[in-house]
């Protein structure tokens, strides 16, 4: 398919308005699934209860409490995937969120729809890089945070499109400031899933197997909400809502019942970069990664 082709296709792609709504319960249960314990009562109780920003993601693939009700996640890596019929299907490549206002952690509605923004030619054998943007607003209209997805098509490149722009790791070529250490629960996965995401590599291990992998793994963004939540409590302990803006490139795919570290730079006031890594290889879960929140007054 020649480029021209493939723009036309694909321009102006986007999924119909949604709501998900929620209340207290599914604030608990997100907290849960991406690590929270006992220690942090703030996730998980609703008595002056804080929502972990990155719950503001699970509208992402979410089907869960979802109008229209959606069987399986439909983003637009599932339409892109069966508009264009890949013989290998995506991959995660990074992630970006930007954290507006607080979500109200008691109870609301987010309204959003994902709209795709950017296609880039990553070259033969490289693969079609597909960008795609969610605004998620409540159900007054006021925008709460903006998540912007980049997925990989390995078989898709080559097609002479615009090339993907390269970006520099902000991490510093020095040991890190700060490590917060975690571990992956060996139903991380299964719980993570309650939470909107119920694509079936994270719970059938067939369909795990039938992709390359090793069985049912957990999800990228189980992982990105462990980093968000750790990094808060290393940076700045109990204001979540000083958080501004989150990014992460999705490097290796992550098992249940695993070890975690995340490596922390700071960088200047309100800028650190960070690393996820394995707590016993050392390999990066995610990379490059980039925070920003408000430094208080």
């Not at 069987?71 to 637009?76: E, M």
């Not at 709209?115 to 960008?131: C, H, I, P, Q, S």
């Not at 968000?228 to 992460?248: D, H, V, W």
Request: proline share 8%; charged share 25%.
């Amino acid at each position: 398919m020649t480029e021209s082709a493939r723009e036309a296709c694909l321009q102006g792609l986007a999924t119909e308005w949604r709501t998900m709504t929620y209340t207290w319960r599914d604030c608990a249960l997100y907290a849960l699934a991406v690590g929270a314990g006992g220690a942090e009562p703030q996730y998980t109780y609703e008595r002056d209860m804080q929502a972990i920003p990155t719950f503001g993601a699970t509208p992402y693939w979410g089907t869960v409490n979802v109008t229209p009700k959606l069987p399986r996640p439909r983003s637009i890596p599932v339409l892109v995937e069966e508009i264009l019929k890949p013989e290998q299907s995506y991959v995660n490549l990074a992630y970006e969120f930007l954290y507006h206002r607080p979500i109200p952690p008691v109870k609301g509605s987010f309204v959003y729809r994902d709209v795709l923004t950017d296609l880039f030619d990553r070259g033969e054998g490289r693969g079609m890089a597909v960008r795609s943007q969610v605004e998620v607003f409540d159900e007054g209209g006021t925008l709460l945070c903006t998540n912007r997805c980049t997925t990989l098509f390995p078989t898709l490149g080559g097609y002479g499109g615009r090339p993907m722009p390269r970006g520099d790791s902000p991490i510093p070529d020095r040991p890190a400031d700060l490590v917060e250490r975690d571990h992956i629960g060996a139903a991380q996965n299964l719980l993570y899933r309650l939470t909107g995401d119920t694509n079936l590599v994270h719970v059938d291990r067939a369909v795990a197997v039938s992709r390359g992998l090793d069985g049912p793994f957990v999800h990228d963004l189980c992982a990105y909400g462990y980093a968000c939540r750790l990094a808060i409590a290393g940076l700045f302990p109990g204001q979540p809502e000083r958080l501004r803006r989150m990014y992460a490139a999705m490097k290796t795919v992550l098992y249940p019942d695993t070890p975690v570290e995340l490596h922390l730079w700071k960088l200047a006031p309100g800028r650190a970069a960070f690393r996820l890594c394995h707590g016993t290889t050392g390999k990066a879960i995610l990379d490059r990664g980039e925070l920003e929140w408000d430094e208080v007054v």
